[in-house]
Nanobody, 125 residues
């Protein structure tokens, strides 16, 4: 699987930004696809993911209510719309896919076997 992320960059606090991730090389009928992030000196943090089965979407506590994950079937992409951005949202954001991800492992980065190259999001105060 190849994951190509786009978007990212610099934005002021309170602003919005959209990340998009395109998956190629395989079609998915199970597992999940989504985003993790990692700030300098911190562990990787679950941001959001969608489970293919049922199209259920889950969010990390720190982004709930501000970020929206959506799936574009026509483009085979998963998009992350980020609003009300804060300086502590600054991180490298990684697109991920895991065919064996289940509900109990959804927030565990080790459950995802494919990772994109990462895109930097910087929120200035």
């Amino acid at each position: 699987v190849q994951l190509q992320a786009s978007g990212g960059g610099l934005v002021q606090a309170g602003g919005s930004m959209r990340l998009s991730c395109a998956a190629s090389g395989r079609t998915f009928s199970s597992g999940a696809m989504g985003w993790f992030r990692q700030a300098p000196g911190k562990e990787r943090e679950f941001v959001a993911a969608i489970r293919w089965s049922g199209n259920y979407i889950y969010y990390g506590d720190s982004v709930k209510g501000r970020f929206t994950l959506s799936r574009n079937n026509a483009k085979n992409t998963v998009d992350l719309q980020m609003s009300s951005l804060r300086p502590d949202d600054t991180a490298v954001y990684y697109c991920v896919v895991g065919e064996r991800v289940i509900l109990s492992s959804l927030r565990n980065p080790s459950a995802y076997n494919d990772w994109g190259q990462g895109t930097q999001v910087t929120v200035s105060s």
